[in-house]
């Protein structure tokens, strides 16, 4: 049984380009989560979506950044007109139901940098 | 608020005991996790407690008392690979997202 798969492991982009980072849940999994972990920072919490809904984007930046995680296919983060201070390691967790005593379980995460 | 902190570095020997501390402060409470990372890796989980008291897995225990707003995490008998960063993290009463602390970087030396 796969676990979390993100892609790419590792991205690049020139400051004002776009970034797209794709997660595929756990099998069986309906729920993702999205965390960014900055140099020398903990992890913080961007957005949760299930299957074509976004159900708590409260840690999102206003501008430039959107998720998606449609019917079929993987969730998508993407990152418009990226920044410098964007490069960071952003994880994807998934977990079975939307209940709080599931663990989330993470992916091995994307590394942004930002040139 | 938001609050939770956990010390930043910690060092211990081969074959001994580490307790790494956590405090926290919110409003809501619905549960603290604890999650081991190497570096570069993704965080993998350890431990979960939404009741006060001790859950013992193994090698590694985890510890909560909600009154105090403390859990610890303890690592007995220390290897080597043990060297990672120790993640803590709770859940808030009606939402689904992990708030974590910064971690804390285990060493663990022969």
């Known amino acids: 049984n796969a676990g979390v798969m993100q892609n790419p492991r590792h991205l690049v982009r020139r400051r004002g380009q776009e970034a797209r980072l794709r997660c595929s849940p756990m099998k069986g999994h309906s729920h993702v989560y999205w965390y960014r972990q900055l140099p020398e920072e903990g992890l913080k919490f961007m957005v949760y979506l299930q299957k074509e809904n976004i159900i708590d984007e409260s840690g999102m930046p206003k501008e430039r950044f959107s998720a998606e995680f449609p019917k079929e296919g993987p969730s998508i983060l993407r990152i418009q007109q990226v920044v410098r201070g964007d490069s960071a390691a952003y994880f994807c967790?998934?977990?079975?139901?939307?209940?709080?005593?599931?663990?989330?379980?993470f992916g091995p995460g994307t590394r942004l940098t930002v040139l | 608020g938001q609050n939770i902190d956990q010390p930043t570095e910690m060092t211990a020997t081969e074959g001994a005991i580490v307790q790494i501390n956590c405090t926290y402060q919110?409003?809501?409470?619905?549960?603290l996790f604890w999650y081991q990372q190497h570096a570069g890796e993704a965080p993998t989980f350890l431990s979960y407690n939404v009741l006060d008291g001790l859950e013992e897995k193994g090698r590694f225990s985890s510890f909560l008392s909600r009154s105090k707003g403390y859990s610890y995490l303890l690592l007995k008998e220390l290897q080597m690979k043990d060297s990672a960063s120790y993640l803590c993290a709770y859940m808030n009463t009606g939402f689904q997202k992990l708030v974590f602390g910064t971690g804390t970087r285990l060493l663990v030396s022969p």
């Open positions: 967790a998934s977990s079975p139901t939307g209940s709080p005593y599931n663990e989330q379980f």
């Open positions: 919110t409003s809501g409470f619905n549960g």
